[in-house]
């Protein structure tokens, strides 16, 4: 359950690297918070900042400038010892799963707690009540060279619960996965959030992993915050061009039809078995092109977009976009966006 409270804050964060052809700036000016209990998801392409503002929240990189707060503590402020016990309240998650490929499932998981110094006999009951979580208690005595991608990401995940943490951070965490796989990874970390209240911050490249997962997202782009929000409110209405970009992950085919008279539908939540489109063209009797579609069907609702290009006359497509607003449909001209 989301808490309107911070667990994490970052004010004027920046982080400058100094390399041998001179400086490399990755983030600048990041201002904002999450909220204790809540999926959060920190979406941008290659290069543009994520993964180190990631690490910057457990200091595996240390900031140039500004604050991180976690759990009301200024990260920058505490002595090595403190920083230590503090990052066991964040555990991790990789795209490349960070396995021991010398232990079994079990040890992999008493691993961390080993090194923090749980009583063996403490250690051993968590290892094996965390692979009964993530659904591989069958599988304790295997090898990582032993089990699928998908199996290997919940020994990870089981590891990276093993400290107690308050938050979990997944960095690319399904990108080395395949859909059904990244689908099921999901909605186990879902599932973690809802049972035992833990806090995710999901770094992604992938918008249909913030749409699938998160409350809220922040785009980053150029190292900077580029829109801050709720998932639907900027699927809905991107306000960037950083967000449009993610929303629109198809442009080559948006792009050639710059120019048309074109609708953006929004699917938020009707039913997926409802032909919106056909009884609109049966009733308006106005012929569409669809030109884009993005829908899935989530728990028997339509989630997702489609465009469809309207004829040039007036009249009718007057009559479609006062069909699909009546209909309590998002609607929007997308001239702009392309």
């Known amino acids: ?14 982080k400058t690297f ?5 400086e490399v700036t990755a983030l600048r000016g990041i201002e904002f918070d999450i909220h204790a209990g809540e999926i959060f998801g920190i979406i941008g392409m290659s290069g543009a900042g994520k993964s180190t503002l990631v690490r910057c929240i457990n200091f595996l990189e240390r900031p140039t400038e500004g604050t991180v707060i976690f759990d ?6 505490l002595r090595p010892k403190e920083l230590r016990q503090t990052r066991r309240s964040m555990g991790m998650i990789f795209q490349q799963f960070n396995l021991l490929m010398q232990k079994t499932a079990f040890d992999n998981v008493c691993f961390p707690m080993q090194i923090a110094g749980v009583p063996k006999a403490e250690a051993h009951a968590r290892a094996a009540e965390l692979l009964r979580v993530v659904g591989l208690e ?15 990401q919940r020994v990870a995940i089981a590891r990276a619960l093993a400290t107690n943490p308050k938050v979990l951070l997944c960095d690319e965490a399904t990108s080395a996965l395949d859909p059904t796989t990244t689908t099921s990874i999901l909605a186990l970390l879902k599932d973690i959030n809802q049972r035992m209240g833990i806090t995710i911050v999901v770094i992604t490249h992938e918008m249909s992993v913030v749409e699938e997962i998160c409350s809220r997202v922040a785009i980053i782009d150029d190292s900077r915050i580029a829109e801050i929000g709720k998932i639907e409110d900027i699927f809905a209405s991107p306000k960037s061009e950083a967000a449009r970009r993610l929303v629109f992950h198809d442009t080559k085919s948006v792009e050639h039809f710059t120019g048309k008279r074109c609708i953006r539908i929004v699917f938020d939540g009707r039913s997926s078995f409802e032909p919106v489109v056909s009884n609109m063209v049966m009733e308006c009797k106005v012929p569409v092109n669809i030109m884009f579609a993005d829908l899935k069907d989530i728990d028997g609702k339509a989630a997702g977009q489609l465009v469809l290009q309207l004829p040039d006359e007036e009249t009718g497509a007057a009559k479609v976009k006062n069909y699909l607003a009546g209909h309590g449909l998002n609607v929007e001209e997308v001239g702009g966006y392309v």
């Open 138 to 152: 069958e599988r304790a005595q295997s090898y990582p060279a032993q089990l699928s991608g998908g199996q290997k």
């Open 18 to 22: 100094h390399t041998k052809n001179g």
């Open 72 to 77: 009301g503590k200024d990260m920058g402020s």
């Open 1 to 14: 359950m989301e808490r309107e409270n911070p667990i994490i804050r970052f004010r004027g964060l920046g």
